[in-house]
T-cell receptor, first 114, second 113 residues
Framework: QKEVEQDPGPLSVPEGAIVSLNCTYS??????FMWYRQYSRKGPELLMY????GNKEDGRFTAQVDKSSKYISLFIRDSQPSDSATYLC??????????????FGSGTRLQVQP | ETGVTQTPRHLVMGMTNKKSLKCEQH?????MYWYKQSAKKPLELMFV???????ENNSVPSRFSPECPNSSHLFLHLHTLQPEDSALYLC????????????FGDGTRLSIL
């Protein structure tokens, strides 16, 4: 079983829709949670990161963490064609150097149709 | 414009060649990482350097040899690679004194003939 599970999609939505992207994980040692966006032929770009359970909002993006269920989500409001990309969830176990490395989900490909 | 620069962007090499990938970060970070991204697989951690010391080697074959001469530069030396090593190789950096997220370069697309 993978440590981090993420639906690969592709997910196709019309412009203006609310998008929900999700990951589940099995290792309760994960404490830090991130979402990256990756456009074709580019590296992952950090969107949001959070430490605690609960919600964190930044513009059209909301990250949600539920540690009790080992479940994280990214919501995109008013989706735009420019949001079309692969979204990667990532998590790490802690601050110590050896625990800081990221474990990634396989990524969800999102297509926002104009 | 990314604060982590990787060169070359594309590399085609034969199985017997020796080449090196270069990464430079302009963010003042002191931890650097190599990841491998293959089609339809999650990013896989290869190496972690903190303050120029290798602190993690994630069971990577010896045909991959990292080097970190200072906190701004990271190299990945390649020799006698296999076709399954064709992938996107990504470099990342972070500030290591406390937990901070990693920032990635755009990667080197490596193809092994």
């Amino acid at each position: 079983q993978k440590e981090v599970e993420q639906d690969p999609g592709p997910l196709s939505v019309p412009e203006g829709a609310i998008v929900s992207l999700n990951c589940t994980y099995s290792n309760s040692a994960f404490q830090y949670f991130m979402w990256y966006r990756q456009y074709s032929r580019k590296g992952p770009e950090l969107l949001m990161y959070t430490y605690s359970s609960g919600n964190k909002e930044d513009g059209r993006f909301t990250a949600q963490v539920d540690k009790s269920s080992k479940y994280i989500s990214l919501f995109i409001r008013d989706s735009q064609p420019s949001d079309s990309a692969t979204y990667l969830c990532a998590m790490s176990r802690g601050r110590d150097t050896g625990r800081r490395a990221l474990t990634f989900g396989s990524g969800t490909r999102l297509q926002v149709q104009p | 414009e990314t604060g982590v620069t990787q060169t070359p962007r594309h590399l085609v090499m034969g199985m017997t060649n020796k080449k090196s990938l270069k990464c430079e970060q302009h963010l003042g970070h002191n931890a650097m990482y190599w990841y491998k991204q293959s089609a339809k697989k999650p990013l896989e951690l290869m190496f972690v350097y903190s303050l120029e010391e290798r602190v993690e080697n994630n069971s990577v074959p010896s045909r991959f040899s990292p080097e970190c001469p200072n906190s701004s530069h990271l190299f990945l030396h390649l020799h006698t690679l296999q076709p399954e090593d064709s992938a996107l190789y990504l470099c990342a950096s972070s500030q290591g004194t406390d937990w901070q997220p990693q920032h990635f370069g755009d990667g080197t697309r490596l193809s092994i003939l």
